[in-house]
């Protein structure tokens, strides 16, 4: 398939099939939140790597915002090459793994598709990715004399997480809504393209017919009768 390029964790892959191409890597900045907006061309498939380790939480969710049929073939493997996950033509979906160390695959396939490319949406929630621990070692390393403090360190510790997680249930969901806000525009935009084309069809018709039946009464009134001398 070519050489691979792998980037320091936590960052996507990106790898264009079938094998005979070069694959193309795109990373991601390190957050544990990542989305991402492409277009999949006709015929195509395309494909992301997400480096996981033990006992984590990948959560996948995709969405379809523009392109004929707002569908997409959908396809998530395990490190081993499992199947986790197979979808046909859907629009969008939801899928949550716990996962076991090793690169997860996931992709996204248009080649049931000859004409129309398809904008996909998607976006990656990494939970329990082992970091934690780490900050709040972090944090016991610069705070001292704790016994003085009426406030345990581990209650501002479990505060700061709860803000932090509900922050991050709001950017969720505010990039949720940017998303359907995008696929709404476009379906819009197709419809009122699909009105103004009919309307011309349907004026160029009546214009049609009504020179038809002008020609037609005219010809009733004509004297077809040959004069003769």
Same mark, same amino acid.
């Given at each position: 398939m070519?050489?691979?390029i792998?980037?320091s964790?936590p960052?996507?892959?990106?790898?264009?099939?079938?094998?005979?191409l070069?694959?193309?890597?795109?990373?991601?900045?390190?957050?544990?939140?990542?989305?991402?907006?492409?277009?999949?061309?006709?015929?195509?498939?395309?494909?992301?790597?997400?480096?996981m380790?033990?006992k984590?939480?990948?959560?996948?969710?995709?969405?379809?915002?523009?392109?004929?049929?707002?569908?997409v073939?959908?396809?998530?493997a395990?490190?081993?090459?499992?199947?986790?996950v197979?979808?046909?033509?859907?629009?969008?979906?939801?899928?949550?793994?716990?996962?076991?160390?090793?690169d997860?695959?996931?992709?996204?396939?248009?080649?049931?598709s000859t004409?129309?490319e398809?904008?996909?949406?998607f976006?990656?929630?990494?939970?329990?990715?082992g970091?934690q621990?780490?900050?709040?070692?972090?944090?016991?390393?610069?705070?001292?004399?704790? %016994?003085?403090?009426?406030?345990?360190?581990?209650?501002?510790?479990e505060?700061?997480?709860?803000?932090?997680?509900?922050?991050?249930?709001?950017?969720?969901?505010?990039?949720?809504?940017?998303?359907?806000?995008?696929? %709404?525009?476009?379906?819009?935009?197709?419809?009122?393209?699909?009105?103004?084309?009919?309307?011309?069809?349907n004026?160029?018709?009546?214009v049609?017919?009504?020179?038809?039946?002008?020609?037609?009464?005219?010809s009733?009134?004509?004297?077809?009768?040959?004069?003769?001398?």
């Open positions: 070519g050489d691979r792998w980037l964790f960052v996507l892959l990106l790898a264009a099939l079938p094998p005979e070069l694959p193309v890597a795109t990373g991601f900045t390190p957050s544990l939140d990542s989305d991402f907006t492409f277009t999949l061309p006709a015929g195509q498939k395309e494909c992301f790597y997400q480096p380790p033990l984590a939480s990948l959560e996948i969710e995709y969405q379809v915002l523009d392109g004929a049929g707002l569908d073939d959908f396809y998530l395990s490190p081993e090459g499992k199947t986790l197979f979808e046909q033509r859907k629009s969008d979906g939801v899928h949550t793994v716990e996962t076991e160390v090793g997860y695959m996931f992709c996204f396939d248009n080649t049931f004409i129309s398809k904008v996909i949406f976006e990656l929630i990494l939970d329990n990715m970091e621990v780490q900050e709040q070692e972090d944090w016991k390393k610069y705070i001292t004399g704790t %016994d003085m403090l009426d406030m345990k360190l581990e209650d501002i510790l505060s700061i997480n709860s803000i932090k997680s509900r922050l991050s249930k709001s950017g969720h969901i505010q990039t949720l809504l940017r998303a359907f806000e995008a696929r %709404d525009r476009n379906i819009q935009e197709s419809n009122f393209d699909r009105v103004n084309f009919w309307s011309v069809v004026l160029v018709v009546m049609v017919v009504s020179a038809i039946q002008v020609y037609m009464l005219k009733l009134f004509e004297d077809k009768r040959k004069s003769r001398t």
